[in-house]
């Protein structure tokens, strides 16, 4: 059974930091392409990063604040966020697509809650 399990959000204050992770089951991440997107309140769910073989890549509003990365001996894909604005605020989802397949293959995890205040 195919699952991701994100976990890591919460509230932080702006210029704080999180890491969050996102543990995947039934398939192997190393194969995969991963990605985080998020969806703030009233707004579509947007791309941050995407992770394939040695390639990594950001949305423009994020290159340089954060990272996306993987663990293979885990099989868990991470997003650390640093420098946290509160326009970050939204549900953070991990995602996993086989090469070559279209978008609605993908695989989701239930997300995850990040609030950026004071």
């Known amino acids: 059974q195919v699952q991701l399990v994100e976990s890591g959000g919460g509230l932080v204050q702006p210029g704080g930091s999180l890491r969050l992770s996102c543990v995947a089951s039934?398939?192997?991440?190393?194969?995969?392409?991963m990605s985080w997107y998020r969806q703030a309140p009233g707004k579509e769910r947007d791309l941050v990063a995407t992770?394939?073989?040695?390639?990594?890549n950001y949305a423009g509003s994020v290159k340089g604040r954060f990272t996306i990365s993987r663990d293979y001996a885990k099989n868990t894909v991470y997003l650390q966020m640093n420098s946290l604005k509160p326009e970050h605020t939204a549900v953070y989802f991990c995602?996993?697509?086989?090469?070559?397949?279209?978008?609605?293959?993908?695989?989701w995890g239930q997300g995850t809650q990040v609030t950026v205040s004071s």
């Open positions: 039934g398939f192997t991440v190393s194969t995969y392409i």
């Open positions: 995602s996993g697509r086989f090469p070559g397949g279209s978008e609605s293959t993908a695989y």
């Open positions: 992770s394939f073989g040695g390639t990594t």
